[in-house]
């Protein structure tokens, strides 16, 4: 090979590895981790800093960060965040009645990225700060208000009163007042029980009143109301009173009840053969239960053979019931009469109906 070739091949060969350091030098560089870093801080709230006050923050950071949250002065409260979209993290934190947040104090947020943690203090908004003030900003954001409200809401007006004794005469109607002088009745809050039961579904609610209706039986009953206001205190109301027998159905000067309640005259009754009959009369009235068959042969009836003869007493309502059992197989088309008799002092009334058993 000529001396001048040798000399170039060489250079070539010495001077190659220098030139792809150059080229791989800018791209080294490019490759290198951004500095994390946090941008921005936002808060917001729906009631300014009053208990149950809902806060929502929101942070802009350098994206998919481990963890982030913002720490709220020296309150003790902190905000866990997470990202909702690349670089944005959201949170929010409800006010509660012991918290002392202190507007006048720096948030920190915070920000991890693998084992690097970095933070950055922000200052409360301007309304915010007028509430440590004593003042009302001038343009506060709708969502702000300064009001504190600590102040539980009121139930008035109760219907029935305390105490009364309504007669048994339709549906009873119970019913209260709510009202509420800070942050207003949270309607989705009212709950309505009746001897412990929940009936809200069934209450409405119309302006600043809950009512419900239903037909009673005479009995002692426990009305119970609960109600709380947007800011989270709440208020619970408990009456009672009596629902008593109608005197036009149930007093001296009115008829004497009795009535089979699950069987109209001439009903089919089961093919089992039991019979379990239930009515209403007066109070603690005893009533007297007869029955007796008449078997169904070849389609004409046999001859009549007693059943029962049971004498039980109505409860505090008039509510009674009887379970009554044939002897032997039923058998399809028995016919049974059934005679009630129920007495009360000198007070007497009957009832008669009759009852066919089911063919097959």
């Known amino acids: 090979m000529p001396r001048q070739a040798l000399r170039s091949t060489l250079a070539a060969m010495l001077l190659a590895p220098m030139a792809a350091a ?27 800093l009053s208990p149950g006050a809902t806060l929502r923050v929101q942070v802009v950071a350098t994206p998919n960060a481990r963890s982030a949250s913002v720490t709220l002065g020296d309150s003790g409260v902190t905000v866990p965040l997470h990202q909702q979209a690349p670089g944005t993290y959201n949170g929010s934190y409800v006010v509660r009645r012991a918290d002392r947040i202190d ?16 933070s950055r203090q922000f200052n ?23 009001a504190r409200d600590e102040r539980s809401p009121d139930i008035t007006d109760l219907t029935p009163g305390n105490g009364d004794r309504l007669a048994d005469n339709g549906r009873t109607r119970i ?11 949270d309607r989705d809050s009212v709950r309505v029980r009746i001897n ?3 009936v809200s579904d069934e209450a409405r609610i119309a302006g600043d009143e809950v009512r419900y209706r239903a037909d009673l039986a005479p009995g002692r009953y426990t009305a119970e109301v609960f109600v709380r206001d947007r800011a989270g ?3 619970r109301k408990a009456w009672t009173f009596d629902v008593t027998p109608d005197q036009d159905r149930y007093g001296a000067a009115g008829p004497f009840p009795l009535q089979v309640t699950n069987y109209e005259d001439n009903a089919v009754v089961d093919a089992n053969g039991s019979l379990a009959i239930h009515g209403r009369t007066a109070p603690f009235a005893n009533v007297r239960v007869e029955v007796q068959s008449v078997a169904n042969a070849g389609g004409v009836l046999g001859v009549t053979q007693p059943v029962a003869d049971q004498t039980v007493q109505a409860d505090r309502a008039g509510r009674f019931g009887v379970l009554i059992t044939p002897r032997g197989l039923p058998v399809p088309g028995t016919r049974y009469d059934v005679h009630l008799t129920a007495t009360s ?14 063919q097959g």
């Open 22 to 48: 150059f080229v791989a030098q800018p791209v080294h560089a490019q490759t290198r981790a951004a500095q994390p870093a946090i941008s921005k801080m936002t808060i917001n709230s729906d009631a300014g």
């Open 175 to 185: 019913s209260a007042r709510l009202s509420d002088q800070g942050s207003g009745i």
């Open 233 to 235: 205190n709440s208020t």
């Open 103 to 118: 507007p006048m104090q720096l948030m920190t947020a915070r920000v991890a990225y693998g084992e690097r943690g970095i």
């Open 124 to 146: 409360f908004p301007a309304g915010f700060q007028a509430l440590a003030m004593g003042n009302a900003p001038q343009r506060a954001p709708a969502e702000q208000r300064v």
């Open 196 to 198: 412990g039961r929940d």
């Open 345 to 358: 002092g000198d007070r007497t009334a009957e009832e008669r109906l009759t009852l066919v058993q089911r």
